[in-house]
């Protein structure tokens, strides 16, 4: 089956797992790539690395937490960060895992590492208690926030903040994020009407969900740092509007 996903993540690795069937033999690995990408790719930036122990503010509920949990030792002992799980009913059931280096880049080949190691501890632990396809990937360009060192390193871009908690009634807030400073993060509301905040603290605590605004500028940067691939405008005129990959 010939699988069209949208642009986002930057490796895309999917498997299908038996889920249910805890004995049952992995199928081979397939390694869907993304148009542009390279094998290998190590691309240095010069922002600083991150703290790799550094605990995620936002995380899951439900099966996805389940799923994390099993995981996350394991993505760690690689030397790969969790980003997000999510598990939708996309496909009937998949699950969906970001990972990433703590300097924020990720290359195929180590998408495909994370899904070989943590393919049979899922299989062990049967989490999702069905089959479902499993999808590896980089957290993409407009990538989630879940950490307060996301926000620092980048700080000066835009992005979309909801609160679990509502700040002065609204919940929902987009605008240029700051370096955090304790435990609070500002935004800046360039689009403010007048009368109204043009800035908000937020505490980090109460964030339930921020993601960057993909923006041209983003994309710049993102391509600068090393943690977008190249575009190859030839294939992508080819197919419009997603990158290519296969699942089985």
Same mark, same amino acid.
């Given at each position: =089956? $010939?699988?069209? /996903?949208?642009?986002?993540?930057? %490796? %895309?690795?999917?498997? @299908?797992?038996?889920?249910?069937?805890?004995?049952?033999?992995?199928?081979? %690995?397939?390694?869907?790539?993304s148009r542009g990408l390279r094998h290998g790719t190590d691309? =240095?930036?010069?922002?600083?690395?991150?703290?790799?122990?550094?605990?995620?503010?936002?995380?899951?509920?439900?099966i996805a937490a389940r799923v994390a949990q099993i995981i996350e030792p394991a993505i760690e002992g690689l030397g790969f960060r969790l980003v997000r799980v999510k598990v939708s009913s996309q496909n009937g059931c998949t699950v969906q895992i970001m990972a990433e280096r703590p300097d924020g880049t990720m290359s195929v080949d180590e998408c495909e590492t /994370? @899904? $070989?190691?943590?393919? +049979?501890?899922?299989?062990?632990?049967? +989490?999702?208690?069905?089959? #479902? #396809?499993?999808?590896? @990937?980089?957290?993409?360009?407009?990538? +989630?926030?879940?950490?307060a060192g996301d926000f620092a390193r980048w700080a000066g871009y835009e992005a979309k903040v909801?609160?679990?908690?509502?700040?002065?009634?609204?919940? $929902? %807030?987009?605008g240029i994020i700051r370096a955090p400073e304790g435990d609070t993060v500002r935004i800046d509301l360039p689009d403010a009407k007048e009368g109204t905040p043009s800035s908000y603290d937020l505490a980090l605590r109460d964030i339930g969900e921020a993601h960057l605004v993909l923006t041209d500028?983003?994309?710049?940067? @993102?391509?600068? $740092?090393?943690?977008?691939?190249p575009q190859d405008d030839e294939e992508d005129d080819e197919d419009e509007g997603g990158s290519p990959s296969v699942t089985h």
């Open positions: =089956m $010939r699988e069209w /996903v949208p642009r986002g993540p930057l %490796f %895309f690795i999917a498997a @299908s797992l038996p889920g249910h069937e805890p004995n049952a033999r992995l199928p081979p %690995f397939q390694g869907p790539l691309l =240095m930036t010069d922002v600083p690395d991150l703290n790799p122990a550094e605990k995620r503010l936002i995380t899951e509920t439900g /994370v @899904s $070989r190691t943590i393919s +049979p501890i899922l299989d062990v632990d049967d +989490p999702i208690g069905g089959a #479902y #396809y499993l999808e590896i @990937s980089s957290p993409g360009i407009d990538r +989630p926030l879940v950490r909801e609160l679990a908690t509502p700040l002065d009634g609204r919940k $929902r %807030f987009r500028a983003l994309v710049r940067e @993102s391509l600068r $740092r090393g943690s977008a691939p």
